[in-house]
């Protein structure tokens, strides 16, 4: 039996859609899912997502077994970085990482979510529990 492509899984190609965006490239979402389709029943792969930045003028780097003090660093000069991390047991989803700071006395992390979530998916989440969620797989946009 083949495994068809969850062509509803979009997460990958939104968060794109917001790298573009904050490196002065707006596009429409709907022109990457169109050029840049789900090709798994999982999502799209990280180098697929890869690609679609590749496609669009950015230059980028997959990382895997990093930790949040490697997006820290990844994310300073504010380039962000697509992360990927677990919504359940085997569910994964990607965010925007925009970098590690404090605030409130409190290391978070910036997250932007194309989902949704709190604050219409712009959100701060404790480096403690963004550990808990972080798969360790990043792509790194580069100069």
């Not at 039996?1 to 429409?28: D, E, F, I, K």
């Not at 997006?71 to 925007?96: C, D, F, K």
């Not at 290391?107 to 219409?120: E, H, L, S």
């Amino acid at each position: 039996m083949q495994v068809q492509p969850n062509r509803s899984v979009t997460c990958g190609q939104h968060s794109c859609g917001m790298v573009l965006n904050t490196q002065g490239n707006p596009v429409a979402v709907d022109d990457l899912i169109r050029t840049h389709p789900v090709t798994s029943s999982a999502g799209t792969t990280m180098p697929d997502l890869q690609r679609l930045l590749r496609d669009n003028g950015v230059s980028t780097v997959v990382r895997t077994r990093r930790s949040v003090s490697d997006l820290e660093s990844m994310t300073a000069g504010g380039r962000p970085s697509i992360a990927m991390v677990r919504t359940g047991p085997n569910t994964n989803h990607y965010v925007v990482v925009d970098g590690v700071t404090t605030r409130s006395g409190q290391r978070v992390v910036a997250v932007r979510d194309p989902a949704g979530g709190p604050n219409r998916g712009v959100y701060y989440e404790t480096v403690s529990s963004f550990e808990g969620r972080f798969t360790g797989n990043a792509i790194q946009i580069r100069d």
